[in-house]
């Protein structure tokens, strides 16, 4: 069963940086599609980035390019996302998913997700 474990969320002024780890256990992770999707409140879940199993496919949000970068590590299971000048508006739960393919939109595998808080 795969389990995936976020960490790094927090409280940050807007302009500030965070990075989010994700830690993938239980299963081939290094063959997966990782992503990172993010709930604000009041609002429907929204993608925000992938990167697919050798790293050479990347997508990004409108919203987040330029300013995000997603890396995965896959000797240690990991998935990154590093957050750059970050306004008000990235405030949200920030889950880490997991899924087979590039196709399609929904994800097999769930974090239970970082809050990040970003104060004006």
């Known amino acids: 069963q795969v389990q995936l474990a976020e960490s790094g969320g927090g409280l940050v002024q807007a302009g500030g940086s965070l990075r989010l780890s994700c830690t993938a256990s239980?299963?081939?992770?290094?063959?997966?599609?990782m992503g990172w999707l993010r709930q604000a409140p009041g609002k429907e879940r929204e993608f925000v980035s992938a990167i697919n199993s050798n790293g050479e496919w990347i997508r990004y949000a409108d919203s987040v390019k330029g300013r995000f970068t997603i890396s995965r590590d896959d000797v240690g299971n990991t998935v990154y996302l590093q957050m750059n000048s970050l306004k008000p508006e990235d405030t949200a739960v920030y889950y880490c998913a997991s899924k087979k393919s590039i196709i399609g939109r929904n994800w097999d595998y769930w974090g239970q997700g970082a809050q990040v808080t970003v104060s004006s």
């Open positions: 239980g299963r081939a992770f290094s063959r997966d599609v």
